[in-house]
């Protein structure tokens, strides 16, 4: 084969290539989809931060489930966010924290000095309960609607008018 000819064979490969490439380097990597999203959340026991036996889903209640840890600084800078939103809308959404990869004491500490939005964390130190759910990391939130199932998640901190959205989405409500 002649130079040419491989030329001609090449280019295309090449431009396929180059628009996979390009595509993937101008996503928001924090809209990575889940798998998980329109299916029902994961079935998580273990114990809260408190050593009080725990289950989720809890049904009836669409849920905001929060994996959070007392070492993610971008945890930090959500967490004033999801404590307000808590005391708004605590009563039409339950607000459960997914105490990722941490030491119980250290965590505990960090929600009391804080404030702790939660109903109550699942302590997931050994990181079991976030590999069920395909947690990439802290911060991580799932939006789950009152029937179990799984409307959206966010990969890194909420801002104040994303998490009001989708709350409203999860519950219908309106301000």
Request: aromatic residues 8%; glycine residues 10%.
């Amino acid at each position: 084969m002649t130079g040419r000819r491989w030329a001609l064979l090449l280019f295309p490969v090449l431009l396929g290539l180059g628009v996979v490439l390009f595509l993937g380097l101008s996503r928001n990597p924090s809209e990575i989809p889940s798998p998980l999203v329109g299916k029902p959340f994961p079935k998580l026991a273990g114990v809260d931060l408190s050593g009080e036996p725990r289950q989720l889903p809890t049904p009836g209640k669409p849920m905001l489930v929060n994996v959070w840890a007392s070492w993610c600084a971008a945890c930090g800078v959500e967490h004033p966010v999801i404590v307000a939103a808590a005391k708004k809308y605590s009563q039409q959404v339950e607000f459960i924290g997914l105490n990722y990869r941490d030491k119980q004491p250290d965590a505990t500490r960090w929600l009391s000095r804080l404030g702790n939005p939660y109903a109550w964390s699942l302590n997931d130190a050994q990181g079991r309960a976030g590999i069920e759910l395909g947690v990439y990391g802290a911060p991580e939130t799932y939006f789950v609607d009152a029937n179990g199932v799984i409307q959206d998640k966010k990969i890194g901190p909420l801002e104040a008018t994303e998490l009001v959205n989708k709350l409203h989405k999860i519950t219908g409500i309106i301000d």
